[in-house]
């Protein structure tokens, strides 16, 4: 077996992939990019393994069972903080999810946010 075109279809697959992560706004359809890598590799994998049977036997397609592991992982925590972004923000677009919290405002003068004040008996 020739394996140019499996590497060839796997780069296909990893530059569309590289293509969704970049472009795209949603955050469902970047989880299906990341996938779409992870499948070129997994590809890559299989393809490498049929190439050197003899020296490791079924090394790659336990490797690529490591890899499906991993996404199926990736992707139940993916859509556990997509849903908890839209219960949040109504909205999965990743332009609007800020990546720092906005600072506090500092207060001049007057009495410190958060400290006790006294009562209108004062100080006794």
Do not use: W
Request: no cysteine.
């Amino acid at each position: 077996m020739r394996p140019v075109i499996p590497y060839v279809t796997a780069a296909l697959l990893f530059g569309l992939g590289v293509y969704g992560v970049l472009r795209r706004r949603n955050a469902v359809l970047v989880l299906m990019a990341v996938e779409l890598m992870l499948n070129a590799v997994n590809l890559i994998l299989v393809t490498a393994d049929t190439m050197v049977r003899a020296q490791l036997p079924h090394a790659g397609q336990v490797f690529a069972l490591f890899v499906i592991v991993l996404a199926a992982a990736e992707i139940g925590v993916g859509l556990a903080i997509v849903l908890q972004l839209y219960r949040l923000r109504a909205s999965v677009a990743v332009d609007d999810v800020p990546l720092a919290e906005p600072p506090l405002p500092v207060s001049t003068g007057g009495a410190v946010p958060g400290a006790a004040v006294d009562g209108p008996e004062g100080d006794k």
